[in-house]
């Protein structure tokens, strides 16, 4: 019988022993949400509570990330895990009386849920030091929402330096409570994104005829570069190209003379982020030369895209399996969203899965990013119980 089983009873007991702490991190952070790079307050509640644990060793990165590190007493790897903090620019708009006290601010993503996983899980694992084996990096990281991201600063930092593997999750609304989602290889893109201005002349619009009308000529622009995805890229290599803003204009009977365009692309594929820029630039330089107009262009790479290590992933459905049961597991399918975990994949072997923390019965149905986005708390200690059980499936040798 493997360790993982024969620990299943203990951890169960004291996962439940954390519960209520869990349930109250959450909702502390989420009345005290902050912005990427600004998670002063979030970071020190962080380091505060993981020193009250002991046999911990506590480091600050950067200036709002925290990594706690526990040695454990029996031979093994060095896991490391990884949880965001940081919130996003929404007004809360829910009704309980944990919401938001900084207004403008949410935690609309489930970020204080998965650092107060991590926490849980520190705790847990602090009590369970004799039976752990080898390293455990808890990696609490700020800046998650904002590109360039947080993930990027803590490898250059460091905190990756001797890990061997490393896993992480995010809740997630659309799945119901109770189910985890596990997707081996590519499972998020790599959110891209992009600006052009097309400067034509402006005139009066009831004389047309005087003017290089930009709104027309930016009218084409957006449709042409849907041609890069139905007729330029193979169509079994996953892409997507949205022009999310178009701004123009101030008055109805005004022709402006530039027009401002925004959005995103995102694939799994590099040679994809290499190839789609330049195919970009070629439709808008040909559109706008052929009505005299100019452009700018600019090309700015997002977060790589989190590409799942297949040996890793399997050991984590192995040990969610043995946990949770089989009919508790999805095998989920890539996303077009991005995340910059894919940063510390970069530097060791790793997976990244969902934790079901939607509940309809509950009414917790908005999506993430809304201004009613909220976790059906029983998540959380089901977050908890995946990532120590994941300890004793990837790290025992």
């Given at each position: ?13 004291l ?8 349930v ?89 849920g ?11 694992l ?5 039976e752990?084996p ?5 990696i ?104 999310t803003?178009?701004?123009a ?27 789609v ?10 559109v ?7 452009y ?10 989190v ?91």
């Amino acid at each position: 019988m493997s360790d993982l089983i024969n620990s299943l009873d203990k951890v169960n007991e004291l996962v439940e022993s954390v519960k209520e702490d869990i349930v109250k991190w959450r909702r502390y952070l989420h009345q005290h949400p902050e912005l990427s790079f600004q998670e002063e307050q979030t970071s020190q509640f962080i380091y505060d509570t993981l020193e009250s644990f002991g046999g911990l060793e506590l480091s600050r990165p950067t200036k709002t990330s925290v990594v706690a590190k526990l040695k454990g007493s029996r031979k093994g790897r060095t896991l490391a895990i990884r949880a965001d903090m940081d919130a996003l620019p929404i007004k809360e708009e829910n009704q309980f009386d944990f919401v938001s006290k900084n207004d403008g601010v949410m935690h609309a993503c489930g970020h204080d849920g998965h650092t107060s996983i991590l926490l849980g899980t520190a705790k847990i694992l602090s009590q369970l030091k004799e039976e752990v084996p080898g390293d455990i990096h808890f990696i609490f990281q700020h800046a998650e929402e904002l590109s360039p991201g947080g993930a990027e600063e803590m490898v250059q930092a460091g905190v990756m330096d001797g890990v061997d593997q490393v896993i992480g999750l995010h809740l997630w609304a659309p799945i119901e409570i109770g189910k985890i989602e596990v997707v081996s290889g590519p499972m998020m893109a790599s959110p891209d994104e992009f600006h052009i201005t097309i400067k034509g002349k402006g005139g009066h619009a009831a004389q047309p005829h005087f003017t290089i009308d930009s709104i027309a000529i930016g009218a084409q622009v957006v449709t042409n570069l849907q041609h890069i995805v139905s007729r330029n890229i193979d169509p079994l290599d996953p892409l997507v190209l949205s022009v999310t803003q178009f701004i123009a204009g101030t008055a109805h009977n005004v022709i402006p003379g530039s027009v401002y365009l925004n959005g995103t692309v995102r694939s799994f594929k590099p040679e994809l982020r290499e190839e789609v820029p330049a195919l970009m630039e070629r439709i808008v330089k040909g559109v706008t030369e052929a009505h005299g107009a100019s452009y700018e262009f600019s090309y700015q790479k997002g977060y790589r895209p989190v590409i799942n290590d297949k040996e890793v992933t399997t050991k984590l459905r192995e040990a969610f399996v043995e946990t949770f049961g089989e009919e508790a597991i999805k095998d989920g399918v890539p996303t077009m969203g991005g995340e910059d975990f894919s940063g510390f994949q970069q530097k060791a072997p790793g997976s990244f899965f969902m934790v079901g923390a939607g509940n309809e019965e509950k009414g917790i149905v908005y999506p993430h990013h809304h201004p009613r986005f909220t976790i059906d708390e029983e998540s959380l200690p089901i977050g908890v119980k995946a990532f120590v059980q994941a300890v004793f499936k990837l790290n025992a040798e």
